[in-house]
């Protein structure tokens, strides 16, 4: 659902004297422009981490750290399989080498709610992974789409080993022309 801004409603809001500092404190770290603008942030952020289930269909974006160490037996086999099975949903990866044999990776995934609730909770089950995070954003908080449109199969992705040829690539078993 797509807010349309009609105005503002105004309602008064009772603090703790504590609390209100600790607000106040907070508005002018964050460069608020008023106490009003930093509830409205606080209140967008608090609804699009609400881990209550939502509508599984909502437009949504969610951002995946993961965090490992390089010379893990088969992780990264493990791991490329894992981001190829949600391939359609995986708009950018960043993969960051730290100190040691340490790496990030931190990949952004759009789509529908529940398929990226299930897309996250596969990458993060990669065995291997020594940490693993995600945040999920609904752009509808912004008066925003992610543009994810084309359809989706109705079944999870294929299981680990099978290979799906590209979004959009023909099939590997039908016959190019001119062969027999």
Known sequence: MV???VGVVRFAISLPPGLAHQLDAWVAGRNSRSRSD???FLVRRALAED????????DALAAVLLLY??????LLERLTKAQHRWGEHVRSSVHVHLEGD???ELLLLTG????LERASADL????GLRDARWVLAL????EGRTGHRHPHRATPPAQEGAHRPAHGAPSARRKKRGSR
């Open 3 to 5: 807010l349309k801004p």
């Open 51 to 58: 881990t209550s289930p939502g509508d599984p269909n909502s």
């Open 139 to 142: 752009p509808s908080v912004a």
């Open 124 to 127: 993060r089950g990669v065995k």
């Open 38 to 40: 930093a509830i409205r």
């Open 102 to 104: 340490a790496c990030a």
């Open 112 to 115: 529908r709610r529940g398929e």
């Open 69 to 74: 160490r390089h010379s893990a037996p088969h």
